[in-house]
């Protein structure tokens, strides 16, 4: 057994063994869990792929005379941020779509900018402009203000994301004659493509699957900078199938997490738009696991043929309440090119970038070697298996249907 505070010595001491998830499946390879245990302190993840549950808290200061946006609009780059919040308070999802969003065309959501983008420019330094209306107070008298700010003019910038870091996820498929626009990209028709997203065996959450030493106060890489786990994400969803290791099957846990957009880096996060979909954001996230004993040995050495994802319809299915799986396959199989679903081979498209999650958990290694990045304890464990924790759906009810 070691403790985070042993290892985190370690770590000031620049004495601490830290590999990355791919480094740690060749050394238990090698040694075996129990020696891997023993020789490995700390092993790093990285994933990096569209994450529509993301955005921006900015504080953009106060004008002369004052102005209460709260309650009125605003718009970053011709892109509406929220602000029914205090009076200079925004927030800017990652999906928001500027008015004139081509919805009537053939390809609803086909914008080519949107929130994300706004985000994006934000965090690498590009200018925004910033328009905003009021009705006047007292207190706030200015009723119209457009400017231009960026990350030097405001007083806070923020990402709060609600959901991040899926553990494990559908593999997207299309069993229609006709070719499909999703959040999981373009489907061709007839099988003609499988969409994946996860960096599998350097996936976050996939590495400590149980939830020990990920839970709410760990910090983490967020985006090029630090962040931290602020609850866990929205759909948290421990109840998913499992392995009888307690490796999920399916879409399991989420992460809510938060860290300084000023100290970001617009390398690891940049907006997107899926076409028929809409706006989006790819975030890159990584997380250090503290090889505390075998147990987690054990699991970060689980390389991409042990971890499994189902393969469903997003054609017939997935619109549907309970989408049903087709088959299972593995990671190995999505990346190799090919998987064999109803006894057609299907090509396998990369959703997700895995260079990317590769870039982040070597750098989140480095930054640890170097003394730069002290592991944290959870202040508390998000939901696990036990937790009873099941995803709602939304009905159409009436009030006497939901009435105590």
């Known amino acids: ?56 808290f900015i504080n953009v200061g106060h004008s002369k005379p004052r102005i209460k946006i709260g309650g009125g609009k605003c718009y970053l780059n011709d892109v509406p941020a929220y602000c029914g919040l205090a009076a200079v308070d925004i927030y800017i999802g990652a999906t928001a779509s500027p008015d004139n969003d081509p919805r009537n065309t053939v390809y609803p959501g086909a914008f080519k900018y949107g929130g994300g983008h706004v985000i994006e420019d934000f965090i690498s330094g590009k200018p925004v402009r910033l328009e905003a209306t009021a009705y006047g107070t007292d207190c706030y008298p200015k009723k119209r203000i457009e400017t231009y700010i960026n990350k030097e003019t405001v007083n806070e910038a923020y990402i709060y994301n609600p959901r991040n870091g899926y553990q494990n996820y559908n593999v997207a498929v299309n069993l229609t004659k006709r070719v499909i626009h999703t959040y999981m990209g373009v489907l061709k028709p007839n099988l003609g493509s499988a969409n994946y997203c996860s960096a599998g065996q350097l996936s976050p959450l996939l590495n400590d699957p149980k939830y020990r030493t990920i839970g709410i106060g760990t910090r983490l890489f967020l985006a090029g900078g630090v962040g931290y786990v602020a609850w866990n994400g929205t759909q948290h969803n421990p109840s998913a ?164």
């Open 1 to 56: 057994m070691k403790t985070i505070e042993e290892i985190n010595e370690k770590i000031k001491k620049k004495k601490v063994v830290v590999v990355t998830a791919e480094e740690m499946i060749e050394i238990a390879r090698n040694k075996g869990t129990k020696k891997a245990a023993q020789h490995v302190d700390v092993v790093t993840t990285g994933t990096f792929g569209p994450m529509c549950g993301s955005g921006m």
């Open 241 to 404: 199938p499992r392995s009888p290791d307690g490796i999920p099957r399916a879409g399991a846990g989420t992460l809510a997490v938060v860290g300084d957009a000023k100290q970001m880096s617009g390398d690891f996060i940049k907006g997107a738009s899926f076409i028929g979909y809409g706006a989006t954001i790819f975030v890159g996230l990584g997380i250090p696991i503290p090889i505390l004993d075998e147990e987690m040995a054990y699991f970060t050495s689980r390389s991409d043929e042990d971890l499994w994802a189902q393969v469903v319809d997003y054609g017939h299915d997935y619109p549907e309440r309970i989408p049903k799986s087709l088959c299972e396959v593995n990671y190995a199989q999505l990346k190799s090119g090919k998987i064999g679903v109803n006894g057609k081979e299907v090509p396998t498209f990369p959703v997700s970038s895995y260079s990317k999650a590769r870039d982040i958990a070597s750098i989140l290694k480095e930054w640890i070697f170097a003394g730069r990045f002290l592991l944290t304890h959870p202040v508390e464990h998000l939901p696990g298996v036990e937790s009873g924790i099941k995803m709602n759906t939304l009905e159409e009810r009436t009030l006497e249907e939901v009435s105590y």
